[in-house]
């Protein structure tokens, strides 16, 4: 085993793809291992064999370490999903991912116990934690009575690791379960969902020591025993760390399959409305307003496989030139991207995808424009959603590969009549999970510090001089069409 400290590991879980790296403590990558994260999808069910995945992760690593050699510390992401496990850590049921929808009705019924109980901050899903336990106690009584542990994705990645039970406070925000105010626990939130406490994991700040890695479990991953592995957090918060999001008063849009729109803040901003999630943030003092769209990047990958491109950089390369040149509103063609339902800031479940306004004159390229502007209308109507608690929504940071076309980010600029600034780091949950490993391992001793030394940004964008209004008049469209449907 090589004897290297100058790099830490990272393991980022999304929603269509794992990723294991290698990350220089200037935020280089080293290596990269990448696998395809396939859950099976059935009806209102989102699942994935969280053991099959735990091996997949083994493999990856090793892989990394026998190129890059033995991390000083390792830090996890992963998207939201639910995880049960027994004492010795071996899931009870198959992991539920964000898109599952099998808690519908359990959702109602604790929204109508909480009666609008602001604690959460955020209203009540059925991809939330507490509906899902409900639904489990109801449906699989006997996976409840064998469940020792309810866990993140994330927190059962890095128990498998460490063999110790955390969470951090933004996947602990995400259960409907937290009193995101106070961070803590909420005893009405867990009577609600009939959970005892007893059965969650304690809450530690996601840069702080889950535990170190066992020496069986480090010989086989190719790094040194007691390797410090950092608590970690949901990709969408941590993507938003590796683009520097340590202050309050910084926006950012984690652009990818869907979007995931943060605005800081340094006191907890609860929308009557509850469109905005309010979610406690991975650093301590920090809170954070917006939340996670539906379908935005992952709609126009949908609809590139539909015009018989193999995926949606085939498609900006064959496309991409005409796309570009058409005018605003995309020759009056619409598209409503939410092909899962819709999320922040609407919040309709049952929503459905829709393409309107097509006439005989429209090419492929009317389409993939079309859908560009729906994925960043949907934005847009987030941003529009986070201004209406009186928040001064300034530049915004974007990352993802939207920031790589500057027509994109024109394009963002001019829908969201802001300056948007791109991370040039190719993936931002990777930094920002290299972020969390390097402060937890001592590499660096803050998390400031260690984004002003990982974070690289590109040249900012500025709105066009007249493409905001006819943008403004095309959302209007876009939105008129999709509160109708």
Not at 53 to 77: N, Y
Not at 170 to 197: E, G, K
Not at 279 to 293: D, E, I, Q, R, S
Not at 308 to 337: K, M, N, Q, W
Request: charged share 20%.
């Amino acid at each position: 085993m090589a004897s290297r400290t100058d790099h830490v590991l990272t393991v980022d879980v999304g929603t269509s793809a794992a990723r294991v790296s290698a990350v220089s403590l200037a935020g280089e990558l080293l290596a990269v291992a990448r696998m395809p994260c396939q859950p099976q999808l059935a009806g209102d069910r989102c699942v994935l064999d969280a053991e099959a995945l735990w091996a997949d992760l083994a493999g990856l690593i090793r892989g990394v370490t026998d190129r890059a050699g033995a991390p000083a510390a390792l830090g996890v992401a992963c998207q939201l999903g639910l995880v049960l496990a027994d004492d010795a850590l071996a899931p009870t049921a198959s992991a539920i991912l964000w898109p599952d929808r099998r808690a519908v009705a359990e959702a109602a019924e604790v929204d109508r116990i909480l009666g609008g109980n602001a604690v959460a901050g955020r209203r009540t899903s059925p991809e939330h934690t507490g509906p899902r336990l409900r639904w489990i106690a109801r449906h699989e009584p006997d996976t409840w009575a064998r469940t020792r542990w309810v866990l993140s994705l994330k927190d059962f990645v890095v128990a498998k690791l460490t063999g110790q039970v955390t969470t951090d406070a933004t996947s602990a925000s995400y259960t409907l379960l937290f009193d995101v105010r106070n961070r803590a626990w909420s005893p009405d939130l867990l009577a609600a969902a009939d959970c005892p406490l007893t059965r969650l994991p304690r809450v530690l700040g996601a840069h702080e020591l889950a535990g170190g890695i066992g020496r069986e479990i480090a010989a086989a991953l190719g790094v040194r025993a007691g390797t410090p592995v950092a608590v970690g957090g949901p990709d969408g918060s941590v993507a938003a760390l590796g683009c520097g999001a340590v202050r309050a008063g910084l926006t950012v849009d984690v652009a990818g399959s869907t979007d995931v729109l943060l605005h800081l803040c340094d006191r907890p901003i609860v929308d009557p409305e509850r469109r905005s999630i309010l979610n406690a943030f991975l650093l301590p003092g920090l809170w954070t307003v917006g939340g996670p769209t539906g379908l935005t990047g992952g709609a126009a990958a949908w609809l590139s496989g539909v015009l018989g491109y193999g995926s949606v950089e085939d498609a900006y390369r064959a496309l991409g030139v005409a796309a570009a040149g058409i005018a605003p509103g995309a020759g009056g063609v619409t598209f409503h991207t939410a092909l899962s339902g819709e999320r922040f800031p609407t919040w309709s479940t049952g929503a459905a995808g829709s393409l309107g306004g097509l006439r005989p004159e429209h090419t492929p390229a009317h389409l993939l424009r079309a859908a560009e502007e729906g994925a960043v209308f949907t934005v847009r109507d987030g941003l529009d959603a986070i201004a209406a608690l009186g928040i001064d929504v300034g530049e915004i940071r974007v990352s993802g590969g939207v920031t790589r076309l500057r027509t994109a980010m024109q394009l963002r600029a001019n829908v969201l009549r802001r300056r948007v600034v791109g991370v040039t780091n190719p993936e931002a949950t990777t930094i920002g999970a290299a972020i969390l490993a390097a402060v937890c391992g001592g590499a660096h001793p803050t998390v400031d510090q260690a984004a002003a030394a990982m974070v690289r940004l590109d040249a900012p964008v500025d709105p066009e001089p007249t493409a905001p209004d006819a943008y403004d008049h095309a959302f209007r469209r876009w939105r008129a069409e999709r509160l109708a449907t």
